[in-house]
């Protein structure tokens, strides 16, 4: 049985990232409109893997025998001015989920939670893996400044990320041509 801090600290985690699906799922529409449909593309990815992230604490306080309640999701930013300025958002709010997930870590060694510790450890090691890609790429557009053929390569780029199998935000896994 989940103990009462960590189901509440844990049900919590769910909404952000719920929340962090939903901002990436803002930037794809922002990167479609900016004609960054490779930027849009590795969006959608990482947009999948923040449902997978909120499944994960989801059926582990299932799995442990507690209780889900889904919360409201906050009212997000839908624009950005650049797309520098959309991955160095994306950057800070993945800093903020570390400091989410470290805060999680603190609360079950507080309560002696050891069940805990495998899915924690492992959105430690996850978190490493989301800063390092942001910060990536908003240096690299810092670094390409207003050239269009620089934000071009980037795209162009970031649009060869794979798609998780069977992801339902990949066009084709909807769009079935007979
Ligand atoms: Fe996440
Ligand atoms: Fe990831």
């Known amino acids: 049985m989940i103990g009462e801090k960590i189901r509440g600290a844990m049900n919590d985690q769910i909404k952000h990232e719920l929340e962090s699906f939903y901002i990436y799922l803002s930037m794809v529409a922002y990167f479609h409109e900016e004609g960054l449909d490779g930027m849009a593309h590795w969006m ?41 300025e959309a991955w160095q958002d994306a950057y800070e709010h993945e800093k903020f989920v ?42 690299e557009l810092a670094l390409v400044g207003n050239s269009k053929e620089g934000i071009l390569i980037l795209d162009r780029e970031l649009g060869t990320r794979i798609f998780p199998a069977g992801s339902p935000l990949d066009p084709a896994a909807y769009n079935v041509v007979a």
């Open 44 to 84: 959608r990815c990482q947009a999948h893997e923040e449902m997978i992230h909120a499944m994960k604490f989801f059926d582990h306080i299932i799995d442990r025998g507690g209780i889900v309640t889904l919360q409201d999701l906050k009212q997000l930013k839908t624009k950005w001015k650049t797309p520098l």
């Open 98 to 139: 570390t400091g989410k997930i470290n805060n999680l870590t603190k609360i079950s060694r507080e309560e002696n939670d050891y069940t805990s510790e495998p899915i924690l450890s492992w959105f430690l090691n996850e978190q490493i893996e989301e800063e390092k890609n942001t910060e990536k790429v908003a240096r």
